[in-house]
C-alpha cells in the first residue's frame, strides 16, 4: 500500500506564485512515478502535471505549460510543482497520484488517464483570487 501526503497551497494573487508538495510511502527502495491533477468547484477531476520514476521524463497539461513546473526533490518519492503566473482558473482542490509500480511507463497517450493512479492524496486547496 502507498499512502500519499500532500503540502502547501493556499492563497495566492493574480500573477504570483505557490509551491506544493508531496510525498508517497510505502514501498520502500521502489522509485515511482507520481503526478498531480486537480478538481474546481463543479468540474471533473484533470490532468496538471507528471514526472516519471527517473525523472528523465515529465508531462503538463497545455494549460499549465510554461508556468508550472513539476520535480522530483531529494528523497526517494517526494515531488513538487512549481506554480508561477497563476490565474484565477488555477483555483482548484490539487491531489497528487502515484501510478501501480507494476503499472505501465507514463507515455503522453495515458498520464492525463484518472485510471492509471491507484493512489490519491487528501488533496490541498490552491485559491487564487479574480
Known amino acids: 500500500q502507498v499512502q500519499v501526503v500532500e503540502s502547501g497551497g493556499g492563497l495566492a494573487q493574480a500573477g504570483g506564485s505557490l509551491r506544493l508538495s508531496c510525498a508517497a510511502s510505502?514501498?520502500?527502495?521502489?522509485?515511482?512515478?507520481m503526478g498531480w491533477f486537480r478538481q474546481a468547484p463543479g468540474k471533473g477531476r484533470e490532468f496538471v502535471a507528471a514526472?516519471?520514476?527517473?525523472?528523465?521524463?515529465?508531462f503538463y497539461a497545455d494549460s499549465v505549460k510554461g508556468r508550472f513546473t513539476i520535480s522530483r526533490d531529494g528523497a526517494e518519492n517526494a515531488i513538487s510543482l512549481q506554480m508561477n503566473e497563476l490565474k484565477p482558473e488555477d483555483t482548484a482542490v490539487y491531489y497528487c497520484?502515484?501510478?501501480?509500480?507494476?503499472?505501465?511507463?507514463?507515455?503522453?497517450?495515458?498520464?492525463?488517464?484518472?485510471?492509471?493512479?491507484?493512489?490519491w492524496g487528501l488533496g490541498t486547496q490552491v485559491t487564487v483570487p479574480s
Open positions: 510505502g514501498r520502500p527502495f521502489t522509485r515511482l512515478s
Open positions: 514526472v516519471s520514476w527517473s525523472g528523465g521524463d515529465k
Open positions: 497520484a502515484v501510478p501501480s509500480p507494476t503499472g505501465p511507463a507514463l507515455t503522453f497517450s495515458n498520464v492525463g488517464s484518472l485510471a492509471l493512479y491507484d493512489y
